[in-house]
């Protein structure tokens, strides 16, 4: 297997996939299997599990290591020049069009081009993304010709696409093109055995001399302060975690900083990085989107509109709100 080509622990992984946790270690088996295909790949997970870290793995461990990976931030891509960020136009394809310009398909020519929030996109720009699945070329804007491009697409998402496409935000047919492989992330609350490992990785690579830091490790006590934690943030939250205690260990000691910044756990936020006082008033905003909605006859693109804010924001707030049917309350 190509994963043979680095040295593989349960302390290091391979691609920094830190762990000895039976999760992780599905987690490699499933990139060694997958790297080798061209089939998409779907990766689920919520927000900080590592979706981009998978899937450069994915990248790395495939016979298409040499070419180029190309991450797209699908939720940054603004709506009108997606189109053109994604397949490219040609010079006069419209206002502001003065040269020709490549796509990142075409970037990602021999490579992998990877998908991040790919909820967030159109659809109609859907529907020419699963044209290109489908087919292997595309038409730059302004184009009279198509392209083939030679890619492999990952794409990405932390919402349940699933209730998406039941709400109407994403197409049935695009999520079968996407989901022909996937890999479930899991969430860090449920590996919580891998703590003290990512933790001692993170410090590893800011400290100078690393032959003291199994020292820096916390005592027994915090390590069950983090296990009993939710982590909303998953491995993002460690990792602040971690930079805090290296700014209060200098003056206070690592054990009074990890109790520092630990005892900040207690102030745990609700749900997916919702404060608590927010959640409290959930009844009020609750019936606030509703009227809002109501005044829209339920039209979630014209009522993003008027918030400002994407469809796929709406619909999440929606979605933890319970205003979508069978959604999570």
């Excluded at 983090?226 to 290296?246: F, M």
Aim: aromatic content about 6%; hydrophobic content about 45%; some cysteine.
């Amino acid at each position: 297997m190509l994963l043979a080509k680095q040295k593989t622990s349960e302390v290091g992984g391979v691609h920094r996939l830190i762990g000895h946790s039976e999760s992780v270690r599905h987690l490699r088996e499933r990139i060694c299997t997958y790297a080798h295909s061209m089939l998409p790949v779907l990766i689920e997970g919520e927000t900080g599990t590592g979706k981009e870290l998978v899937a450069r793995a994915l990248h790395d461990e495939s016979p298409r290591s040499a070419g180029p990976f190309v991450p797209v931030d699908c939720g940054a891509l603004p709506e009108s020049l997606a189109e053109a960020e994604l397949f490219g136009h040609r010079r006069g394809a419209f206002t502001g069009a003065v040269v020709d310009r490549q796509g990142l398909v075409a970037v990602a020519e021999g490579g992998t081009l990877f998908l991040d929030e790919v909820e967030n996109l159109s659809l109609a720009l859907q529907a020419k993304l699963l044209r290109f699945l489908q087919t292997a070329d595309y038409r730059p804007l302004g184009a009279a010709r198509t392209v083939k491009a030679r890619v492999r697409v990952l794409a990405a998402s932390n919402v349940n696409l699933g209730e998406l496409v039941a709400a109407g935000g994403f197409r049935l047919d695009l999520l079968f093109r996407l989901d022909v492989l996937r890999i479930c992330l899991p969430p860090l609350r449920e590996r919580t055995e891998d703590l003290v490992l990512i933790a001692r990785d993170l410090l590893a690579r800011g400290t100078p001399c690393t032959a003291s830091v199994g020292s820096d490790i916390p005592g027994h006590e915090i390590v069950r302060h983090w296990a009993s934690h939710s982590w909303p943030g998953n491995v993002r939250e460690l990792i602040n975690l971690v930079e805090r205690a290296r700014v209060f260990a200098p003056g206070l000691g690592w054990p009074a900083a990890w109790r520092e910044v630990t005892a900040e756990l207690s102030a745990e936020r609700i749900g997916f990085g919702v404060p608590a006082r927010v959640a409290a008033g959930g009844a009020s905003e609750c019936g606030h989107l509703e009227s809002l909605l109501d005044r829209h006859r339920w039209q979630r693109a014209s009522a993003a509109r008027e918030l400002g804010i994407s469809r796929v924001t709406l619909w999440r707030r929606m979605r933890r709100l319970g205003l979508l049917p069978g959604a999570l309350t």
